[in-house]
């Protein structure tokens, strides 16, 4: 018997562990659907359903239920591994690190190694909280190559305030 995908999630959604169980479910909502087509798909569902003899229907319904959330939960674990893999690993001072809210605290950078340096290896991700003095050490580090930096926030008593980048004229 062939089931149509649609057919396919309105019996995931009701599975139940006999055929019995199942269909009661199925046929319970059928009065309650306003929308048309979807009442006709599940019509259709509870008739194939009915045709298949009990114990094959009822590892049927488990079968398909299974294959929806192994599918479903496949997906989802697929696609957090995903982000965390392209997620680069941030390294140096804690975004509510003690060094945040130091009076001396001026600036919090977040910088790229271009080149192997006193910093790290090249590629490694950095954030920084620092003072005027050690701000005009990483710009300085900027201009020779070492490092690039990537985004840069005022700090006032813990408190960030990004840069604001400058708006582009549309064309």
Do not use: W
Not at 138 to 157: L, N, P, T, Y
């Amino acid at each position: 018997m062939k089931f149509s995908k649609s057919e396919l999630d309105i019996i995931c959604q009701y599975a139940a562990p006999t055929k019995a169980e199942t269909l009661a479910g199925m046929k319970e909502t059928v009065p309650v659907i306003k929308d048309l087509l979807t009442k006709a798909i599940v019509e259709n569902a509870i008739r194939k359903l009915e045709k298949i003899p009990e114990p094959e229907c009822s590892q049927f319904v488990a079968a398909t239920k299974a294959r929806f959330l192994t599918g479903r939960d496949n997906s989802i674990h697929q696609r957090l591994a995903a982000a965390k893999a392209q997620e680069q690993i941030l390294q140096g001072h804690d975004l509510s690190g003690k060094e945040r809210f130091r009076p001396e605290t001026r600036h919090m950078i977040m910088v790229e190694v271009q080149k192997q340096c006193f910093v790290g290896f090249k590629g490694e991700r950095f954030r920084f909280y620092l003072s005027d003095e050690g701000y005009r050490n990483a710009k300085r580090s900027e201009q020779e190559g070492e490092i690039k930096i990537k985004s840069h926030a005022a700090v006032v008593d813990g408190k960030l305030y990004p840069d604001k980048k400058p708006r582009q004229q549309e064309r």
